[in-house]
């Protein structure tokens, strides 16, 4: 019988005959210990792993998640932002200054002529067909905007039952996210300190989760 190398690079075959059987079942999975949900790494470099069915997908639901982007003033020193754009997000920040969308009041949208409202409008606003009305930049001038979206990301599971996501510098990961009903603290979760590898559907494990069960 062909035998394995037990340990080259650091990793080993959950054994040999659980490799054997990855090699023939290609969705035998991988787990880190009991855990469905861990981490490798910690703070913004975390990776978020998941054990699941083999070519399937799980719905992670990270939350609102920052998206900056600019906008000009109009000639009375507005920003206007659409329902679609201001979405769900409970808050937005113009230029770092955050405000709060529910303590808004709900105003018309006046006109605007040689640089001032019909009627006066000396604080931001909302609609009532759901536009943000930002008031009191520059006309004319680039304002920073951020407005958090609503954010499910899509984790692959690989042939070997594992998948992952990681943050960016413009994505950083949540403090928390939630799966199904289940709502994970990423602090929280154990840190297997090393990946498990994916090679043509085999399997593999770092020597250390054999300490934790892990290979299951």
């Excluded at 982007?69 to 201001?86: H, M, N, P, R």
């Excluded at 979206?149 to 996501?165: R, W």
Aim: glycine share 10%; with cysteine; hydrophobic share 40%.
């Amino acid at each position: 019988m062909k035998k394995f190398q037990i340990a080259k690079f650091g990793l080993i075959a959950t054994a040999a005959l659980s490799a054997i059987a990855s090699s023939i079942f290609p969705a035998a999975a991988l787990k880190y210990g009991s855990a469905d949900v861990y981490r490798v790494g910690s703070g913004s470099s975390s990776v978020i792993y998941f054990h699941g069915t083999a070519s399937s997908s799980i719905s992670a639901d990270i939350g609102y998640v920052s998206k900056v982007s600019s906008k000009l003033a109009g000639a009375c020193g507005e920003i206007v932002l659409s329902s679609s754009t201001v979405g769900t997000s409970p808050t937005l920040k113009v230029n770092s200054t955050t405000v709060t969308i529910a303590s808004l009041p709900t105003q018309l949208l006046p006109t605007c002529t040689s640089g001032s409202f019909a009627e006066a409008r000396s604080a931001n606003f909302k609609t009532p067909d759901g536009k943000v009305v930002l008031v009191g930049n520059t006309a004319g001038t680039s304002a920073t905007l951020d407005v958090p979206k609503a954010t499910v990301k899509t984790v692959k599971i690989n042939a070997c039952g594992f998948g992952s996501f990681k943050g960016s510098d413009s994505a950083p990961l949540p403090t928390t996210f939630k799966v199904g009903s289940t709502t994970y603290t990423v602090a929280s979760l154990p840190n297997a300190m090393d990946a498990p590898k994916c090679t043509s559907g085999v399997g593999y494990v770092p020597a250390s989760w054999l300490s934790v069960g892990g290979g299951s």
